[in-house]
């Protein structure tokens, strides 16, 4: 939708106006993502057949613990890991990630900003030789067009141009974080994908990056996966909301029907886990006890995945044994539970 | 060592110049009239079989000697360092392809495939230089790859992989940089490994051939008849011993340069002191830890940085106290002082510290560290790294109480047992067992409470103990956090820098910033009753969960203070929107403004319109 590319493929975008293009285009499509890993023991399935889509211009988030297979299913969206099974397509096009040079094409299209700036940047370079780097990776610009494309992108993110001869190690982590930022942004790609970028930030700072991200999602119209487990965060730039349970997405909904409209129970517990300044009072409702410990990925639970430690699952609720067999998944209802909660319900319901 | 390296390779390299040139025709002259001399005034070292002075011929080998040895090793770590690089920007299948054909070169002994190449190259100084260096490579692969895998791993690698890079600019401007420096101390160090080897060839026939000479074929020659004059044998052999010890001694140099980068800095006398305040508490009986103007002063770089600048605070006994601030404003330097763990080099001062009513300045060290061990816990933020991997989890849950109660082994265990199925975890055989790496981080985080209190602390201060944990294990934190401080009536100092976890998990909350405390008011007033202006910017960048998402939030501009900093006035000055003159003058005292609540500011902000309202979640936003 917004193939509008300049000679030398420079980005019309960064010849001056920035218009918002391509608001609403394909963006980022995933079909039955599956991605394993070699364990110790065998075969991991980290991420099992996830299907999601995010058009451009907007931001889905995606919510779960730690081992539930964000992170990989990050690793193959951008083509570090590749999948076993599963189509992800961009703008509609589908790029086999098997060769250096394929991932070289699917790097001009995605690009992912890692959690921790401390590393994401080569220490040993400056922010400068950083951005050139990135803004010279799919263009050729001479030295005057790459100092100005630094320029460009350093104050997109809303950095001055004297951070451009520092070194990472000299700036505050807020600061590196929107270096990453704009080193993910110099090669205008269709989809951005933010693993955890906020986590580990000062609060301060975090309400800050997470703005300018929507900001800049509004001008350069990207589409955006924005992984984090900080919920508040998550709501605050997503349209939408995914949640992940040991390698699947158990629920789908829109920012707006959150946190009152969450109808699996994992979604519930998480949401209620999450602290309020005013003491007592949990926006997510009465804290519902999570049993247990996460469950191995390696082998997971028959049936539900999440029935072993499920607050109205079979172990509390008698009658409800189906869980514990048959796999859950609604197209429509999008979120996979055999009981879920009523939409747009109180937590007390169930 | 360094002025004896530099002077020893020096001396080589004038030698290597000039030896050739004053000594090479006395060195190539026969002299038929005293052949096989020993030594004399003539010839020291004496004369070989066609009458050349041996001494002669000893310094201008000089050059032919070290130029092959530095020649085998550059070129021998030139191929194995780019073999060794290419691991790290290959993909997987070549990466093991190549791994296992360094693994199988380094199976050979290094001086075997030397000599099995030099017979392969044919005789001679040319082909002992190739086999040399192919007998180095391996070495120098194995090494950069080990090197290169830790790069390769990190996220600027993959960030420059999904950028689409390729493979030699990777491993030009990404790998060999960080490499590099490791691999510098090795070349240097083998050039004299590759002397020794050089010179053992030329010993055995394999390198320079007559008439050319170098070192090694010079101690070959003299051995013949070393039992009739050692000398012609000898001093070859310590040339070469003395050279390879040169290049040794540089390596170690430049090792030791390497890892200086960071010089412990010089001891700086504490700068004069701000206003300390005043003592205000009067010390109670229920108080368990009192510490007025606690100040650290910390070595960075040349200079001293302050990053606790007089924290006043006080504990009640069972009482859970948060402690929030960002990054940097002091808050776990102010946790290590009060537990005696600061690092090395760091200063802890204070007017008044009293823990369990003695006074911890007048106690003797060894005092202090039982008292500490006995009344005191600490649970880090990292529970991966807060255990030793070694060691049992009963080992380590058993050891403080028995150093310190005396108690025997299986009530030891017993103890630990009930310890842990307080926490939750099943205190079975099977955990005792097993080691810290086998748990969840989550369960790790639930031993080290558990550890925390099997002591029977008076204080645990919990340093982020959750920040590395999800939501639904947090909560599982913290409940556990408030049941140990009710059923022990231990208090809790609880560091965060999650504003609103506190506010859910305590009683009262210190707001630090920059060193110094600047707010303490009840956990259950920090929503809507804060009257510093950082406390109440920290409140506003607070999004709950049902924060509007069109509302932009308030960031907070600005940079916090430089620890190193002197300036007298407010550490909030820079960031703060409504500062008066005396604010940079004078750095503003904590003072109370109700029994609860105490501000260090010169203006604090009114209460809140909504302080008195009812609390609605619609106030975080």
Redesign the interface.
């Known amino acids: 939708m917004s193939g509008v590319r300049g000679p030398g493929g420079l980005p019309e975008q960064s010849r001056g106006a920035r218009g918002v293009r391509g608001a609403r285009g394909a963006g980022l499509a995933l079909h039955d993502v599956t991605v394993r890993h070699h364990g110790p023991y065998g075969p991991v399935t980290a991420v099992d057949g996830v299907s999601l889509e995010i058009a451009r211009g907007r931001t889905v988030g995606l919510v779960g613990e730690s081992g539930s297979g964000k992170s990989t299913l990050a690793r193959a969206i951008v083509g570090l890991d590749r999948p076993c099974a599963g189509r992800i397509a961009i703008d509609g096009r589908e790029y086999p990630v098997r060769r250096a040079a394929d991932r070289r094409r699917w790097g001009r299209r995605v690009q992912l900003v890692f959690q921790d700036p401390d590393t994401a940047l080569d220490p040993r370079m400056t922010v400068r030789q950083s951005l050139a780097e990135a803004a010279g990776a799919f263009a050729r610009l001479d030295r005057r067009a790459r100092e100005q494309r630094v320029g460009e992108l350093l104050e997109l993110v809303g950095l001055d141009a004297g951070c451009a001869g520092r070194l990472p190690g000299q700036l505050s982590g807020g600061q590196r974080q929107r270096v990453a930022v704009a080193r993910a942004l110099a090669v205008d790609p269709a989809v951005l994908v933010a693993d955890e970028v906020t986590s580990a930030l000062d609060v301060s700072v975090r309400a800050a990056l997470l703005g300018m991200l929507r900001e800049l999602q509004r001008r350069m119209g990207f589409a955006m996966l924005f992984i984090s487990h900080d919920l508040a965060a998550v709501r605050q730039v997503s349209d939408a909301v995914a949640v992940m349970y040991l390698g699947r997405i158990v629920e789908t909904a829109s920012n707006e029907a959150l946190p009152g409209g969450a109808r699996h129970p994992y979604t519930r517990t998480l949401l209620s886990a999450v602290p309020s300044l005013h003491t007592g009072r949990r926006p997510g409702g009465e804290a519902l006890p999570l049993s247990g410990e996460a469950p191995d990925p390696a082998s997971p639970p028959a049936g539900c995945r999440f029935h072993p430690r499920c607050p109205v699952g079979p172990s509390r609720r008698p009658g409800r044994e189906v869980c514990a067999v048959q796999d859950p998944w609604d197209e429509t209802a999008r979120v996979a539970c055999h009981f879920p909660y009523p939409a747009g319900d109180g937590p007390e319901h169930a | 060592m360094g002025v004896t390296a530099l002077a020893m390779l020096a001396s080589l390299a004038v030698l290597a110049v000039v030896g050739p040139v004053l000594w090479g025709p006395a060195a190539d002259r026969p002299d038929p009239s005293a052949v096989l001399q020993g030594p004399t005034g003539g010839h020291p070292l004496g004369t070989d079989h066609l009458g050349r002075d041996l001494l002669a011929r000893l310094l201008a080998s000089t050059w032919s000697s070290l130029l092959p040895a530095v020649t085998a090793t550059l070129l021998g770590a030139a191929a194995g360092v780019t073999l060794g690089a290419l691991t790290a920007v290959v993909?997987g299948r070549t990466r093991r392809l190549l791994g296992a054909f360094i693994n199988l070169l380094l199976a050979f002994p290094a001086l075997l495939v030397a000599m099995f190449f030099a017979v392969l190259f044919g005789a001679g100084a040319r082909g002992a230089v190739f086999a040399l260096a192919v007998a180095c490579a391996p070495g120098f692969a194995r090494l950069t790859q080990t090197l290169a895998a830790g790069v390769a791993g990190?996220?600027?690698m993959?960030?420059?992989?999904?950028?689409?890079?390729?493979?030699h600019r990777l491993l030009r401007?990404?790998v060999l940089?960080?490499v590099a420096e490791p691999l510098l101390l090795n070349t240097t160090v083998a050039v004299g490994s590759a002397l020794v080897a050089l010179s053992g060839l030329s010993f055995l026939g394999l390198g320079a051939q007559p008439p050319s000479y170098d070192w090694g074929l010079l101690l070959s020659q003299g051995l013949d008849r070393v039992y009739t004059e050692p000398l012609p044998a000898v001093a070859p052999g310590i040339a070469i011993v003395y050279a390879g010890v040169a290049f040794q001694l540089l390596g170690e140099v430049l090792a030791k340069a390497a890892t200086r980068q960071h010089p412990p800095a010089r001891q700086t006398g504490e700068p004069a002191a701000s206003p300390a305040p005043t003592g205000r508490r009067p010390a109670g009986a229920d108080l368990l830890l009192e510490v007025a103007d606690l100040r650290v002063a910390l070595p960075a770089g040349d200079r001293t940085i302050r990053p606790v600048r007089g924290v006043s605070l006080a504990l009640r006994r069972g009482e859970m106290v948060g402690l929030v601030g960002?990054?940097g404003s002091g808050k776990s330097l102010t946790a290590l002082a009060l537990a005696d763990l600061l690092p090395d080099g760091a200063r802890a001062t204070w007017s008044a510290h009293r823990f369990l009513g003695a006074d911890v300045g007048s106690l003797t060290r060894r005092e202090r560290h039982r008292q500490l061990a006995t009344g005191m816990a600490m649970i880090f933020q990292n529970p991966a790294s807060a255990f030793n991997p070694a060691l049992r989890i009963e080992t380590q849950l058993t050891e403080a109480v028995r150093a310190h109660h005396g108690i025997p082994r299986e009530q030891a265990v017993e103890q630990a047992r009930v310890q842990l199925q307080r926490v939750a975890l099943p205190g079975e055989r099977r955990l005792l067992r097993s080691r810290p790496f086998q748990l969840?981080?989550?369960?790790r985080q639930r031993v080290a409470i558990a550890a925390a209190s099997m002591m029977r602390p008076d204080l645990v201060i919990a340093d982020e103990p959750t920040t590395a944990l999800?939501?639904?294990?947090?909560?599982?934190i913290?409940d556990l956090l408030r049941r140990v401080r009710r059923d022990d009536a231990t208090a809790i100092l609880f560091i965060s820098?999650?504003?609103?976890?506190v506010?859910?998990?305590c009683d009262r909350v210190l707001v630090m910033y920059g060193g110094t405390i600047v707010e303490s008011l009840p956990?259950?007033a920090?929503?809507d009753g804060a009257r510093h202006p950082y406390t109440r910017?920290?409140?506003a960048?607070?999004?709950?969960?049902?924060?509007d998402?069109e509302s932009?939030?308030?960031?907070?501009g600005g940079?916090p203070p430089d620890p190193g900093g002197t300036a007298p006035g407010c550490p909030f000055l820079d960031r703060c929107p409504q500062r008066l003159d005396r604010c940079a003058a004078e750095i503003p005292v904590l003072s109370a403004l109700d029994p609860h609540h105490e501000v260090a500011c010169w203006r604090p902000l009114p209460p809140t319109a909504s302080s008195g309202r009812p609390?609605t979640?619609e106030?975080?936003t």
């Open positions: 993909g990190t996220d600027f993959a960030a420059a992989r999904v950028l689409g890079l390729r493979r401007r990404h940089p960080h960002e990054s969840s981080g989550g369960q999800d939501v639904t294990v947090q909560r599982q913290m820098h999650d504003i609103a976890l506010a859910d998990a956990a259950r920090l929503a910017m920290l409140v960048s607070v999004r709950g969960l049902t924060a998402r932009s939030p308030p960031g907070l940079a609390e979640e106030c975080d």
